[in-house]
């Protein structure tokens, strides 16, 4: 079974940073895509960044030049260095990573439990 475990949340005054970390372990051959998303109070989950296995990136127009995601293969480990943060950036982050099993070789997904960000003064 595979799991992601994220750390790095808190509390950051506005214009602070925060680094989230997002470890994958268990039975995996490989993992591909590997993305952030968050969900505000009372607002729907969205994508704020992607990763691709190979290093390409792609990031909501709400985090550009403030957000960066970034990746350690060797660790099976995704990270989001989010600067000048603002109080709309407060949600529950989350990670998700898109792998091939390694006993069967199946394309499947796994999410992390969530971590809190609230950016306030």
């Known amino acids: 079974q595979v799991q992601l475990v994220e750390s790095g949340g808190g509390l950051v005054q506005p214009g602070g940073s925060l680094r989230l970390s997002c470890a994958a372990s268990g039975s995996i051959f490989s993992i591909n895509d590997m993305a952030w998303y968050r969900q505000a109070p009372g607002k729907e989950r969205e994508l704020v960044a992607t990763i691709t296995s190979g290093g390409s990136t792609n990031y909501a127009d709400s985090v550009k030049g403030r957000f960066t995601i970034s990746r350690n293969n060797a660790k099976n480990t995704v990270y989001l260095q989010m600067n000048s943060l603002k109080p709309e950036d407060t949600a529950v982050y989350y990670c998700?990573?898109?792998?091939?099993?390694?006993?069967?070789?199946?394309?499947?997904?796994?999410w992390g439990q969530g971590t809190l960000v609230t950016v306030s003064s």
């Open positions: 998700k990573a898109e792998y091939l099993d390694a006993l069967y070789r199946r394309r499947l997904e796994v």
